[in-house]
């Protein structure tokens, strides 16, 4: 059975870094892009980058580039999401999902992704 954990998440004051965990079980990542999603409050869940096999990144949110990236390490069958110079608007449930290929676009609200995990709450705050 395919199962996805997220792991990582916390209280961080703006400015700050988190760095999350995607850890797969039950498959290999060899042959699984993952994205990583987030949801605020009240919000839809958007999109916010996927890492490829090669660990090429695609970001699906102007407001993270610069600040967040993706490694993977397949031998511990693991991704990594790692966030800094964190914002107040960074705060809500961080995921991650597999597929096969990450798309170009994702759109809110999309069901592109078929195999998710449970989520870890960031929140940043003074």
């Known amino acids: 059975q395919l199962q996805l954990v997220e792991s990582g998440g916390g209280l961080v004051q703006p400015g700050g870094s988190l760095r999350l965990s995607c850890a797969a079980s039950?498959?290999?990542?060899?042959?699984?892009?993952i994205g990583w999603f987030r949801q605020a409050p009240g919000k839809e869940r958007e999109g916010v980058l996927c890492?490829?096999?090669?660990?090429?990144?695609?970001m699906y949110t102007d407001s993270a580039k610069g600040r967040f990236t993706a490694s993977r390490d397949n031998a511990k069958n693991t991704v990594y999401l790692q966030m800094n110079s964190l914002k107040l608007e960074d705060t809500g449930v961080y995921y991650c999902?597999?597929?096969?290929?990450?798309?170009?676009?994702?759109?809110?609200?999309?069901?592109?992704?078929?195999?998710w995990g449970q989520g870890t709450q960031v929140t940043v705050s003074l």
């Open positions: 999902a597999a597929e096969v290929v990450c798309p170009e676009h994702y759109e809110l609200g999309s069901t592109y992704f078929g195999s």
């Open positions: 039950g498959f290999t990542l060899d042959y699984y892009v």
């Open positions: 890492i490829s096999l090669s660990g090429r990144t695609t």
